[in-house]
């Protein structure tokens, strides 16, 4: 059995069933990541990622390997989690407004333990997840994993213009929020807002 | 340029993506608010690009949800190419069936044909 990622997709690829659930082991905590970090719940991450994985097995012989494996399987995640949240929007089981503060419930993030987590990234996370998650999707595809803005238009069907507009929105959103300048101060952030991240 | 119209511009030209105009350029270079706004964003790029090292721990149940997923995926694909199969190989049996019979239903008229010329 290969081990290395790019033999694992190249064994997947003629049809070795076991390589793709290698893969699919190599890689999976890493979609989660980014399905989480788009979606901002565990319940729809966990959805998107068994269809993006289904969807990456399905299209596997598509795979040119012009980028890496896990490139690839980032472009899929997001495309899944766009429709997911399209989806989710339109049935309006669950609307989130643009003020919206998801707060991440896994444990290891409780307060108890937060202790273990630099407060930074904690409240990094806290302010993505207060974006609308349009906003949200682009600033972490484009910021976070840095794809190209081409690839994150694709995948989130809007023109590359409209993923430019919206990157700025959410990277001038979170500068206020995490680094908020004299004047900009809203009521209620004090001082934890001033200590940088 | 103004300040704020500046500060439309930051985000934009932070990155480097975007090259920013020589006026902007020079208006930054010569205000304290904007190179400190400016910062900010350069901190902020930072910080959000060091996330990229985080990797979420997922439930313990989520890889075994995967890999049954795509067991059912792959069950269903080759059932689905089975019966595919199967009618091709029903449909591809008529046709033989039907030509078969066509055939022989010539070599009969045609039999026919000449048995009549001979009594005329």
Redo the contacts between chains.
Sequence with gaps: MPTDLADLVAAAKGGDRPAFDELVRATYAEAYTLAYRLTGNEEDARDVVQDAYLRAYKGLKRFRGDASFSTWLYRITANCASTHLARRSRDRHEDLADDDTLVDQRPEIDPELRADISAERSRLTEALQSLPPDMRAVVVLRDVYDLPHEAIAAELGITEGAAKVRLHRARRRLRERLFPLRGELREGDGEENVRAV | MQCDQIAELL??V??H?ERADASVVRHVDSCL?CQ??LA??R???R??????T??????PG??P???A??ES??ERGAVRSLLSGRRAAYVGGLAVATAAAGAAGAIVLAGRGRRKMRVA
């Design positions: 985000p934009q932070v990155d993506h608010r400190a706004e900010q964003y901190k902020l790029l910080a959000l690009h060091q996330l990229r985080e990797v979420l721990e997922p439930a989520m890889l949800a995967i890999l997923r795509l995926a792959g």
